[in-house]
Every structure is written in C-alpha cells, then in structure tokens.
C-alpha cells in the first residue's frame, strides 16, 4: 500500500512539473511571438504605421505622439485595463509585458542579487533584495546610481526595471543598484519611503564592496520610484542622513492631489490612466488626507527644502497625466537655485524605459538620458577637482 501511495504521489508530481514545464514554455512562446510582432510593426515607416494605427498622428495642442508610441498606445486600448485585474494577477500581467516590451536575451553585463538586513524604528526589520549590474570593462570605483523602480508602489520590481537597469549602465559605464522595496497594499506609505532610505544609507556605506565611487552615488528612479527618489533627497536634508550627489527623476510623480493640467488631458486613453492613477494612491496611501504630505508630494515640501536639493535630472512626456506636476517639481528647483537638467520627450508615453525591446523611439530617449547623465557626472566631477 505504502509502494503504491508512493507510486501515486511520484505520478502526480511528474505529471505537475510536466505541466508546470509546459506552461512556462507555452508563456515564452506567446511572449516571444508578441514581442517580435510589435518590434517588426514598429520597424514600418511611420507615415505607414500612423495610417495602421487610426488613420492620422494623435495630437494634444502642440504635441504629437510618436509613431510607435501610437501604435502601443493603439494595442493597449484593446486590452482589459490594468486596473481591473486582481492585484496579484496585475502583478503578473505587468511583469509579463515589462519582459515582452524589454529586450530579448541573456545580459551582457554581470549582475549580482544580495539580500541586506534593514534595521529602524521607522522602518522596522526587514530584508530587502538588491541587484547590482556592473559593466565589466570599467575602471574601479565607479560612479554609482541607486534605482527605485516604478509601479505605483504597489507592483514592479528589480525584474520588470531590469532591462532599463542595464542599458544605462552599458551606456554610461556606472555600476546601477536596483531595491526592491516593499510594495502596497501590504506595505502601505510610509514602508516603502523607509525602504529606500535605510537601502540608500546601507548601499552608501557598502558603496566599495559594490563597486562604486562613493564620491558618486546617484540615486533614481521612474515614476513612483522617482517619487521615493525625490522624497530620500528631500529627507536626507531633513534628518540628516548622507546626501546623494544627484537625482534622476523620470517621469516622477511629484504631487498626489493630481489637480494639474495633464491629469485632464490624458484621460483615459495613454496607458496611465486616471483610474490606475487612482487605485496607485488609494492603495498606497490609505487616506485622502495623506495626499498633501511632503513624503507623498514632494512637490509641497517647503521652499528651504528645495534649497539644499543636489542637482536633478527630470525628465517628462508629452503624453503622461504626470507630465506637469514633473515639470513644475524641476522649475521649483531650479527657482530655489539647485541645477536642473529639464527634458520634455514630447513625443512619448508614460512608461516608455520598459520599451526599449520595441521601440526605436524609446532607444532615443534612453541615449539622451544616458548622455545627461554622464553629463551630470562630468560636472560633479569638475566640483570635485576645482
């Protein structure tokens, strides 16, 4: 009897790997056919693509969306919205198209995952995982930059970014380090501001043993992870904990009130919808009352604040309901006299870093980030040798 349980139970679990097994190359299948669908449309003309893709270029006032990004703008309205899938499955569904929009095969750098043991009131104790990507062929130390990846706070992680991750830093030859905070609804604001300061202040004294040039530890992120990164700067001046030497904000979140402009403009039509939007802030914060807070919008933080602010990069899109409060967050900065290098990719949509698989367009932008980078760095540089 018991030969025969072991038998039963042995079958079973053969016959569950093997479906396991299939599933999973069923999956990459489908993710590869789909991802060389949308690469090969995107290689169309664009004149060609736009009549595709409704006839005419989509225009709001003086912008027009990119040909490509119309296209995936096009394939997104005939899906079922992010914000209706159940929070699990939309963390699956969003991993799914990060990797089918990235680019195909193994990397060429090293990375290297290592889990590190936070300790603090505020933060309690925790471990978090972080993935380092090193370029090979580089002097050491290099220049570092700390990433939080977008998501809304609530789904994304080092996997769905790390395509993103790389290409900067084969293009600027840094070492970048991507956290994996924790996320919402089960780790509501303030966790994950917690997070990444107590991973920023635990990279920075281990900034050697990574790889990096302590003299030059950026922090940055997209999005919601441009909003933690701007929220770290903003509380390192206000508890007084390492400064980072610069930001990179992309496409941040800047003000949870959500009253500008271009959160009417968008609609519901570019990928960022009004009602993702919503169901981001509701599950992060957990109360309306928590919108006006300076470590939710950093944008409401006092004008002294922005005073001891360590240069920016804030880059925005034409097409992106965040594009005006990320505007008015660069502008705040450089009135209160912190240098700001401000870029509108006029053309593009929220979210375009998780494209570089797809979209020539998207490739550009990353050149052009990478280059403002490595001029951010040239000029820290010069700060530091004057």
């Known amino acids: 009897m018991a030969d025969l349980q072991k038998f039963k139970i042995g079958k079973f679990e053969r016959k569950g790997l093997e479906t396991l097994l299939s599933s999973k190359r069923v999956t990459g299948a489908r993710l590869w056919m789909e991802h060389q669908f949308l690469a090969q449309v995107n290689r169309l003309p664009h004149a060609m693509l736009y009549r595709l893709m409704g006839g005419r270029p989509e225009t709001l006032g003086t912008r027009t969306l990119g040909a490509e990004m119309q296209a995936i703008a096009f394939t997104s309205r005939r899906m079922k919205p992010f914000h209706e899938y159940p929070k699990d499955a939309m963390r699956v569904r969003y991993q799914y198209v990060s990797r089918m929009m990235g680019r195909q095969g193994p990397p060429a750098l090293q990375v290297r995952r290592k889990r590190i043991h936070l300790n603090s009131v505020a933060g309690g104790d925790r471990w978090l995982q972080i993935r380092t990507y090193t370029p090979a062929q580089t002097r050491l130390p290099r220049p570092m930059l700390v990433y939080f990846h977008g998501g809304g706070w609530c789904i994304g992680g080092a996997d769905t970014h790390e395509d993103f991750c790389l290409y900067i830093a084969e293009r600027t030859n840094m070492a970048v380090v991507s956290v994996d905070y924790r996320l919402a609804p089960e780790h509501p604001y303030p966790l994950p501001v917690e997070d990444v300061i107590d991973a920023w202040q635990w990279i920075a004294e281990h900034a050697a043993m990574l790889g990096g040039d302590e003299r030059y530890l950026l922090v940055g992120g997209d999005s919601a992870g441009g909003n933690l990164s701007a929220v770290l700067c903003q509380q390192a001046y206000l508890r007084g904990f390492r400064m980072p030497a610069g930001q990179v904000l992309l496409y ?27 169901w981001f802030i509701t599950s992060y914060l957990q109360s309306n009352q928590k919108r006006v807070e300076p470590q939710a919008s950093p944008l409401l933080a006092d004008f002294e604040v922005f005073r001891h602010q360590p240069p920016a990069i804030v880059v925005t899109c034409g097409f992106d309901p965040l594009r005006d409060e990320g505007e008015e967050y660069a502008e705040k900065l450089s009135a209160a006299g912190v240098s700001v290098d401000y870029h509108e990719f006029s053309h593009l949509l929220h979210g375009f870093i998780g494209m570089l698989g797809v979209s020539g367009q998207a490739i550009s932008a990353a050149n052009t980030i990478s280059a403002q980078i490595l001029g951010l760095l040239a000029r820290l540089e010069g700060i530091q040798n004057s």
Do not use: F, N, V
């Open 252 to 278: 941040p979140s800047t003000d949870m009130r959500c009253q500008h402009a271009s959160h009417q403009e968008m609609g519901d039509d570019y990928l960022l919808t009004g009602k993702w939007i919503h």
